[in-house]
């Protein structure tokens, strides 16, 4: 049975890796947590074999890890990988960025200006929450106005794999404070259809936040 195709009895493979995925974009599973296919087939009401396809799906992905005799579990991503990650996500979102700027409508541009705002609001409120959800509204609007399909996904499977420092990161005392002005930056570059300065205000907001995941690792 092809992986896409639901059984008669339960989820299909391609339903177990979205939400096994999720999951880990969520910090639900975390790094190093055994993955157990009878638990997994059970939570998701699928039969074992359509887990095991969905593991070796991840396991490509670079989420999940097979370990010899021990089953499967999610992967987890040393510093200079995450820091390699991170430089990926420049070069890949800067050509996001460059090509938003390149598209961008007026209303797509207050879109955007609004999710500025609502950023401003949040560090001036303190409300951590609603500044996280702040910056990947804006990282998400920026890939999808670049309309840009294979980067998009490229960029969604970077940040699963180095999910754990993003996490830590969030919660860094000023880190909002810090990369506010950088999420400014980036969309007034993009309103302002320079794609030129959008690439740069991109690569230089994600190389704040390379700079910033290595502090973190030595605090």
Do not use: W
Not at 81 to 102: D, F, P, Q, Y
Not at 149 to 163: C, E, G, K, M, S
């Amino acid at each position: 049975m092809a992986a896409g195709t639901r059984s008669r009895t339960g989820a299909s493979a391609a339903e177990v890796a979205t939400r096994i995925r999720e999951a880990i974009f969520a910090g639900e599973l975390v790094p190093n947590q055994r993955l157990v296919e009878a638990d997994l087939a059970e939570a998701y009401g699928a039969s074992r074999g359509h887990v095991r396809t969905a593991l070796g799906e991840l396991t490509v992905e670079g989420l999940v890890e097979r370990i010899q005799n021990r089953g499967a579990r999610v992967r987890s991503v040393p510093l200079e990988e995450a820091l390699e990650i991170v430089e990926v996500r420049a070069a890949v979102e800067a050509l996001c960025a460059a090509r938003a700027a390149e598209r961008v409508t007026d209303e797509q541009a207050e879109r955007l200006r609004g999710i500025g705002r609502r950023m401003e609001d949040a560090v001036r409120e303190g409300d951590q929450a609603a500044y996280a959800q702040g910056n990947k509204d804006l990282h998400g609007a920026v890939i999808g106005l670049a309309d840009q399909r294979t980067a998009a996904a490229t960029i969604d499977r970077l940040r699963a794999q180095a999910v754990r420092f993003q996490y830590r990161l969030s919660a860094r005392p000023g880190r909002s404070q810090t990369s506010l002005p950088e999420h400014l930056a980036i969309i007034e570059a993009v309103c302002a259809r320079d794609p030129e300065a959008a690439a740069r205000a991109m690569r230089e907001h994600l190389a704040s936040v390379a700079r910033a995941i290595a502090e973190s690792a030595r605090d």
